[in-house]
């Protein structure tokens, strides 16, 4: 099961986007984060792609975001699609993919993430 993020917790652990449009990541490692509806029902489906690489790579943090119930951290990344997956990498800008990812496309792009290539994600 992935995390559940905040919007409070969001801006401790992941970035405060109250002050201002730069990024700066607050995390120590990688992290991935879901964004999608509870209207949906993505859990099951979430949790076959994401369990299994929250096992193979231990160094990266899977959270997810119900943007219904804290809409203002999806306003703020323009996310208009569920699910939307954003990788955070420990620099430079995250990287948003829009639509679900098969548990193959997902593993393929915590690769690139892990390896610090995250410009090749939106490639793949």
């Known amino acids: 099961m992935l ?15 109250t002050h201002g449009s730069e990024w700066i990541y607050r995390g120590i ?11 949906h029902v993505y859990e099951k489906g979430l949790r076959d792609v994401y369990d299994p690489l929250k096992k193979i790579f231990p ?9 219904d119930r804290d809409p203002q951290i999806a306003q703020v990344y323009d996310i208009q699609t569920s699910p939307t997956t954003m990788f955070i990498s420990l ?8 639509g679900f990812l098969t548990p193959e496309e997902a593993k393929e792009k915590v690769e690139l ?3 610090g290539k995250t410009k090749q994600i939106l490639k793949k």
């Open 113 to 115: 993430l892990v390896e």
């Open 91 to 98: 620099v430079g800008s995250p990287v948003l993919v829009p």
């Open 3 to 17: 995390e559940h993020l905040s919007k409070a917790r969001f801006i401790e652990e992941i970035a405060n986007f």
């Open 59 to 67: 160094q990266v943090n899977f959270y997810q975001v119900l943007i």
């Open 29 to 39: 490692n990688p992290a991935v984060i879901v964004f999608h509806d509870s209207i």
